[in-house]
């Protein structure tokens, strides 16, 4: 296994990071079958575990604490708050009293008495972010907390968190976790750059498309339909016109990853870490088939004659749908902001 700094930081961490999403009951429910495919990545040389609070309600992250009892100090730990935790008000988001509440909820769910990395799960533009790096660089000097990363952020909110902490003398995210795959590549337009610019690591999720560049989804497949099509539907509703435009591509890679004889995902595992901006992948196995389908993907070089062939069917920079995106830009998502009322 080679490694790859995180970022500026000295953590050294696999191009592989174990997605825990799938670990619970929103994935698979048998604790002992989850531990033994976290087991099976740590045994491959992946020592960089993603998950978050609000995945199956905290299940996830009691899950990875369990399989990493022994083994904790050799894991690069990383989760996320900002989802809600329940119905009242305050239990989500980026507020100084959220921040400290969960963060503590989260420590004793994953059985550690620190996190290596911890992560906004997603933006929110009506805060000042100078409130959640206040408490977030608290938690580092508490030493509750290694290291801070956003996740999902757009490039405006990625500059500004950067600044505000240089400013206010805050701790700064030392990372970011977007979407990015063949089928999402929009980040590549601006939030790539800009996490070079300012040295952070990139760590996508969802280098697969949520499923769609598993090699199912191929034009006059019997079984277009996908679990997580419960959360996201307008990811996989074929009804519409982008989609059916996005199953195009993914039928069209599926081709070209036949023709090279590689699997189509090694190819899109590949294609992510292979950019020169990003730091590991998160791959998110339900299952020990899934999980032994992904790691052959470190042995898989894309030369540049089959990135060519790639651009073609996805351009550079193209996203297919904003549910692929993960945030919606308010001003996208709700026409009375973009719109003058009557006079």
Same mark, same amino acid.
């Given at each position: 296994m080679h490694y790859r700094r995180l970022g500026r930081t000295g953590l050294q961490v696999s191009p592989l990071c174990l997605g825990a999403m799938m670990f619970g009951a929103l994935g698979n429910p048998d604790h002992a079958d989850s531990i033994a495919v976290i087991h099976a990545a740590l045994d491959a040389g992946i020592n960089f575990i993603d998950t978050a609070d609000v995945y199956s309600a905290g299940e996830s992250e009691e899950i990875v604490g369990k399989a990493l009892a022994g083994r904790r100090d050799d894991i690069v730990l990383a989760t996320k708050f900002f989802g809600s935790m329940g119905e009242e008000p305050n239990r989500s988001g980026g507020s100084r009293r959220w921040i400290m509440q969960e963060c503590e909820a989260s420590l004793r769910r994953l059985g550690t008495d620190y996190i290596d990395l911890y992560q906004v799960h997603r933006p929110d533009l009506t805060m000042d972010v100078d409130e959640t790096l206040g408490a977030l660089s608290d938690l580092v000097h508490q030493g509750k907390v290694r290291y801070l990363g956003s996740s999902t952020y757009p490039a405006s909110a990625i500059v500004e968190a950067q600044w505000t902490a240089e400013r206010r003398d805050r701790e700064r995210f030392v990372c970011e976790q977007p979407p990015y795959s063949i089928l999402v590549r929009g980040i590549e337009s601006d939030v790539l750059p800009t996490c070079q610019r300012y040295g952070m690591g990139v760590i996508p999720w969802s280098p697969l498309a949520g499923g769609w560049l598993s090699g199912k989804w191929r034009k006059g497949a019997a079984d277009l339909t996908s679990a997580r099509? *419960?959360?996201?539907?307008? *990811?996989?509703?074929?009804?519409?016109? $982008?989609? #059916?435009?996005?199953?195009?591509?993914?039928?069209?890679? @599926? +081709?070209?990853?036949? $023709?090279? @004889?590689?699997?189509? /995902?090694?190819?899109?595992?590949?294609? /992510?870490? @292979?950019? !020169?901006?990003?730091?590991?992948?998160?791959?998110?196995?339900?299952?020990? $088939? #899934? =999980?032994?389908?992904?790691?052959? +993907?470190?042995?898989? #070089?894309?030369?540049?004659?089959?990135?060519?062939?790639?651009?073609?069917? /996805?351009?550079?920079?193209?996203? =297919?749908? %904003?549910?692929? +995106?993960? %945030?919606? !830009?308010?001003?996208?998502?709700? !026409?009375?902001? *973009?719109?003058?009322?009557?006079?």
């Amino acid at each position: 296994m080679h490694y790859r700094r995180l970022g500026r930081t000295g953590l050294q961490v696999s191009p592989l990071c174990l997605g825990a999403m799938m670990f619970g009951a929103l994935g698979n429910p048998d604790h002992a079958d989850s531990i033994a495919v976290i087991h099976a990545a740590l045994d491959a040389g992946i020592n960089f575990i993603d998950t978050a609070d609000v995945y199956s309600a905290g299940e996830s992250e009691e899950i990875v604490g369990k399989a990493l009892a022994g083994r904790r100090d050799d894991i690069v730990l990383a989760t996320k708050f900002f989802g809600s935790m329940g119905e009242e008000p305050n239990r989500s988001g980026g507020s100084r009293r959220w921040i400290m509440q969960e963060c503590e909820a989260s420590l004793r769910r994953l059985g550690t008495d620190y996190i290596d990395l911890y992560q906004v799960h997603r933006p929110d533009l009506t805060m000042d972010v100078d409130e959640t790096l206040g408490a977030l660089s608290d938690l580092v000097h508490q030493g509750k907390v290694r290291y801070l990363g956003s996740s999902t952020y757009p490039a405006s909110a990625i500059v500004e968190a950067q600044w505000t902490a240089e400013r206010r003398d805050r701790e700064r995210f030392v990372c970011e976790q977007p979407p990015y795959s063949i089928l999402v590549r929009g980040i590549e337009s601006d939030v790539l750059p800009t996490c070079q610019r300012y040295g952070m690591g990139v760590i996508p999720w969802s280098p697969l498309a949520g499923g769609w560049l598993s090699g199912k989804w191929r034009k006059g497949a019997a079984d277009l339909t996908s679990a997580r099509a *419960r959360l996201i539907p307008d *990811r996989y509703d074929l009804s519409k016109p $982008e989609n #059916q435009a996005k199953l195009e591509a993914a039928d069209a890679l @599926g +081709a070209l990853a036949d $023709e090279a @004889g590689i699997p189509l /995902v090694h190819v899109a595992l590949a294609f /992510v870490i @292979g950019n !020169p901006a990003v730091t590991a992948a998160i791959i998110g196995p339900r299952t020990m $088939e #899934q =999980f032994t389908s992904q790691i052959g +993907a470190l042995d898989v #070089q894309l030369d540049a004659a089959l990135l060519d062939r790639i651009d073609e069917i /996805v351009p550079p920079g193209t996203n =297919f749908t %904003w549910a692929d +995106a993960g %945030w919606t !830009p308010p001003m996208v998502a709700e !026409p009375k902001l *973009r719109r003058r009322p009557p006079r």
